[in-house]
Protein backbone atom coordinates (compact mmCIF):
# COMPACT_ATOMS: atom_id res chain seq x y z
CA UNK A 1 0.00 0.00 0.00
CA UNK A 2 2.73 2.47 0.87
CA UNK A 3 4.25 1.80 -2.30
CA UNK A 4 0.76 2.62 -4.08
CA UNK A 5 1.05 6.21 -2.48
CA UNK A 6 4.33 6.54 -3.50
CA UNK A 7 3.74 5.47 -7.11
CA UNK A 8 0.77 8.06 -7.05
CA UNK A 9 3.00 11.37 -5.68
CA UNK A 10 5.42 10.52 -8.06
CA UNK A 11 2.67 10.68 -11.05
CA UNK A 12 1.17 13.49 -9.63
CA UNK A 13 4.81 15.09 -9.82
CA UNK A 14 5.76 14.60 -13.07
CA UNK A 15 2.14 15.66 -14.39
CA UNK A 16 2.81 18.67 -13.05
CA UNK A 17 6.34 19.21 -14.58
CA UNK A 18 4.84 18.01 -17.80
CA UNK A 19 2.18 20.74 -17.58
CA UNK A 20 4.66 23.51 -16.39
CA UNK A 21 6.46 23.02 -19.85
CA UNK A 22 3.55 22.27 -22.22
CA UNK A 23 4.98 25.34 -23.81
CA UNK A 24 7.41 26.29 -26.13
CA UNK A 25 10.81 25.75 -24.87
CA UNK A 26 12.43 27.65 -27.27
CA UNK A 27 12.06 30.53 -29.79
CA UNK A 28 10.87 29.06 -32.80
CA UNK A 29 10.32 25.80 -34.38
CA UNK A 30 9.71 25.58 -37.93
CA UNK A 31 8.56 22.49 -38.82
CA UNK A 32 10.87 19.73 -40.72
CA UNK A 33 8.52 18.59 -43.17
CA UNK A 34 10.57 15.76 -44.57
CA UNK A 35 9.73 11.98 -44.08
CA UNK A 36 9.00 11.20 -41.00
CA UNK A 37 9.57 8.25 -38.77
CA UNK A 38 8.52 8.82 -35.50
CA UNK A 39 4.84 10.43 -35.32
CA UNK A 40 3.99 13.12 -32.90
CA UNK A 41 0.91 15.52 -32.72
CA UNK A 42 2.41 18.37 -34.77
CA UNK A 43 5.76 18.26 -36.77
CA UNK A 44 9.35 18.33 -35.39
CA UNK A 45 11.43 20.86 -35.55
CA UNK A 46 13.96 21.71 -37.61
CA UNK A 47 17.30 21.82 -36.66
CA UNK A 48 17.95 25.30 -35.41
CA UNK A 49 21.33 26.06 -37.03
CA UNK A 50 19.43 25.42 -40.45
CA UNK A 51 16.22 27.78 -39.47
CA UNK A 52 16.39 30.66 -42.09
CA UNK A 53 13.98 33.69 -42.43
CA UNK A 54 12.22 31.73 -45.40
CA UNK A 55 11.19 29.60 -43.17
CA UNK A 56 8.68 32.71 -41.83
CA UNK A 57 7.39 33.43 -44.96
CA UNK A 58 4.67 32.02 -47.44
CA UNK A 59 3.44 33.26 -50.74
CA UNK A 60 0.48 30.93 -51.09
CA UNK A 61 -2.43 32.97 -50.62
CA UNK A 62 -0.56 36.16 -52.65
CA UNK A 63 -2.70 34.71 -56.03
CA UNK A 64 -6.86 34.38 -56.21
CA UNK A 65 -8.00 31.08 -55.74
CA UNK A 66 -9.81 29.60 -58.62
CA UNK A 67 -13.60 29.52 -58.55
CA UNK A 68 -14.78 28.57 -61.45
CA UNK A 69 -17.01 25.96 -59.49
CA UNK A 70 -20.87 25.84 -58.83
CA UNK A 71 -20.09 27.29 -55.39
CA UNK A 72 -18.18 30.31 -57.08
CA UNK A 73 -16.16 30.13 -54.39
CA UNK A 74 -12.59 29.00 -53.48
CA UNK A 75 -10.76 28.72 -50.14
CA UNK A 76 -7.34 27.94 -49.15
CA UNK A 77 -5.98 27.00 -45.93
CA UNK A 78 -2.54 27.43 -45.04
CA UNK A 79 -1.25 25.11 -42.30
CA UNK A 80 2.13 24.11 -40.64
CA UNK A 81 3.01 21.64 -43.14
CA UNK A 82 2.97 23.89 -45.76
CA UNK A 83 4.81 27.18 -44.10
CA UNK A 84 7.38 25.71 -41.39
CA UNK A 85 7.34 28.91 -38.91
CA UNK A 86 3.68 28.46 -38.22
CA UNK A 87 4.24 24.91 -36.41
CA UNK A 88 3.92 25.21 -32.34
CA UNK A 89 2.43 28.09 -32.58
CA UNK A 90 -1.55 26.93 -32.77
CA UNK A 91 -1.98 29.05 -35.77
CA UNK A 92 -2.43 28.68 -39.51
CA UNK A 93 -4.17 31.12 -42.34
CA UNK A 94 -7.03 31.03 -45.15
CA UNK A 95 -7.78 32.58 -47.91
CA UNK A 96 -11.86 32.64 -49.26
CA UNK A 97 -12.27 34.42 -52.54
CA UNK A 98 -15.66 35.01 -53.79
CA UNK A 99 -17.53 35.98 -56.85
CA UNK A 100 -20.50 37.92 -56.96
CA UNK A 101 -23.05 35.33 -55.78
CA UNK A 102 -20.44 33.20 -54.76
CA UNK A 103 -20.32 31.30 -51.22
CA UNK A 104 -19.47 28.96 -49.03
CA UNK A 105 -21.77 26.55 -47.90
CA UNK A 106 -22.09 25.73 -43.64
CA UNK A 107 -18.73 24.08 -42.37
CA UNK A 108 -16.69 23.43 -39.07
CA UNK A 109 -13.70 23.48 -37.97
CA UNK A 110 -13.11 21.06 -34.95
CA UNK A 111 -10.06 22.79 -33.51
CA UNK A 112 -10.00 26.23 -34.59
CA UNK A 113 -11.44 29.68 -33.77
CA UNK A 114 -11.32 31.69 -36.95
CA UNK A 115 -11.43 35.50 -37.51
CA UNK A 116 -12.52 36.39 -40.68
CA UNK A 117 -11.35 40.00 -41.97
CA UNK A 118 -12.61 41.46 -45.05
CA UNK A 119 -10.25 42.35 -47.63
CA UNK A 120 -12.77 43.38 -50.38
CA UNK A 121 -16.08 43.13 -51.15
CA UNK A 122 -19.10 42.86 -48.84
CA UNK A 123 -20.14 39.50 -47.66
CA UNK A 124 -22.98 37.72 -44.90
CA UNK A 125 -21.05 36.08 -42.52
CA UNK A 126 -22.61 33.68 -39.93
CA UNK A 127 -22.17 30.94 -37.37
CA UNK A 128 -25.34 28.73 -35.54
CA UNK A 129 -24.85 27.81 -32.52
CA UNK A 130 -25.65 24.59 -30.35
CA UNK A 131 -29.48 25.93 -29.76
CA UNK A 132 -29.48 26.56 -33.61
CA UNK A 133 -29.21 30.20 -33.20
CA UNK A 134 -28.23 32.09 -35.90
CA UNK A 135 -25.87 35.07 -35.62
CA UNK A 136 -25.22 36.56 -38.81
CA UNK A 137 -23.80 40.19 -39.89
CA UNK A 138 -23.12 41.74 -43.10
CA UNK A 139 -19.30 42.76 -43.37
CA UNK A 140 -18.15 45.69 -45.76
CA UNK A 141 -13.98 46.04 -46.38
CA UNK A 142 -11.82 46.25 -43.37
CA UNK A 143 -14.80 44.65 -40.92
CA UNK A 144 -13.88 41.66 -39.08
CA UNK A 145 -16.13 38.73 -37.76
CA UNK A 146 -15.32 35.57 -35.25
CA UNK A 147 -16.47 32.39 -35.83
CA UNK A 148 -16.35 30.38 -32.15
CA UNK A 149 -14.34 26.97 -32.24
CA UNK A 150 -16.31 23.81 -33.84
CA UNK A 151 -19.92 25.75 -35.26
CA UNK A 152 -21.25 25.60 -38.21
CA UNK A 153 -20.71 28.94 -40.46
CA UNK A 154 -21.03 29.71 -44.05
CA UNK A 155 -20.09 32.83 -46.02
CA UNK A 156 -22.08 34.67 -49.07
CA UNK A 157 -20.62 37.18 -51.83
CA UNK A 158 -23.70 40.45 -50.63
CA UNK A 159 -22.16 43.08 -53.03
CA UNK A 160 -21.61 43.31 -57.06
CA UNK A 161 -18.06 42.63 -57.64
CA UNK A 162 -16.08 39.97 -55.96
CA UNK A 163 -14.90 39.62 -52.47
CA UNK A 164 -11.71 38.31 -50.70
CA UNK A 165 -11.29 37.21 -46.99
CA UNK A 166 -8.39 36.24 -45.25
CA UNK A 167 -8.73 34.41 -42.05
CA UNK A 168 -6.73 33.04 -38.83
CA UNK A 169 -7.38 30.29 -37.48
CA UNK A 170 -6.61 29.11 -33.99
CA UNK A 171 -4.87 25.64 -34.36
CA UNK A 172 -1.71 24.45 -37.03
CA UNK A 173 -4.37 21.88 -38.16
CA UNK A 174 -8.04 23.19 -37.68
CA UNK A 175 -9.50 20.53 -39.57
CA UNK A 176 -12.82 20.48 -41.91
CA UNK A 177 -16.07 19.28 -41.81
CA UNK A 178 -18.28 20.40 -44.60
CA UNK A 179 -22.13 19.63 -44.35
CA UNK A 180 -22.40 19.27 -48.28
CA UNK A 181 -19.39 16.80 -48.57
CA UNK A 182 -20.28 15.15 -45.16
CA UNK A 183 -24.40 14.62 -46.06
CA UNK A 184 -25.31 15.34 -49.43
CA UNK A 185 -22.56 14.68 -52.01
CA UNK A 186 -24.53 11.85 -53.98
CA UNK A 187 -27.51 14.15 -54.14
CA UNK A 188 -27.19 17.32 -56.28
CA UNK A 189 -30.29 17.86 -55.56
CA UNK A 190 -29.75 18.36 -51.73
CA UNK A 191 -26.73 20.55 -52.63
CA UNK A 192 -29.08 23.26 -55.03
CA UNK A 193 -31.54 23.20 -51.59
CA UNK A 194 -28.74 23.97 -49.20
CA UNK A 195 -27.27 26.57 -51.46
CA UNK A 196 -31.01 28.06 -52.11
CA UNK A 197 -31.76 28.35 -48.09
CA UNK A 198 -28.08 29.83 -46.95
CA UNK A 199 -28.66 32.67 -49.95
CA UNK A 200 -31.90 32.92 -48.58
CA UNK A 201 -29.98 34.93 -45.88
CA UNK A 202 -28.89 37.46 -47.64
CA UNK A 203 -32.39 38.41 -49.05
CA UNK A 204 -32.71 39.44 -45.01
CA UNK A 205 -34.31 35.96 -43.88
CA UNK A 206 -32.94 36.65 -40.72
CA UNK A 207 -35.24 33.80 -38.97
CA UNK A 208 -34.70 31.57 -42.06
CA UNK A 209 -34.20 27.62 -40.76
CA UNK A 210 -31.01 27.03 -42.55
CA UNK A 211 -31.97 22.87 -43.06
CA UNK A 212 -35.51 23.23 -43.08
CA UNK A 213 -35.99 21.72 -46.77
CA UNK A 214 -39.87 21.52 -46.61
Do not use: W
Not at 112 to 135: C, H, M, R, Y
Not at 144 to 164: D, I, K, Q, S, Y
Amino acid sequence: MNSFFLFCMILCACTKICLVYCDNLQDTCPAATGKQSIFINGLPCKNPATVTPSDFKSTKLSSRGDTDNFFRSSTTIVTAADFPGLNTLGLSIARTDLDVDGLVLPQSHPRASELFFVSAGVVIAGFVDSKNQLFQKILKEGDVFVLPRGLLHFCVNAGNEAATIFSVLSSQNPGEVSVAGAMFESDPDMINKLVSKTKSLVNGLENATLFGFN
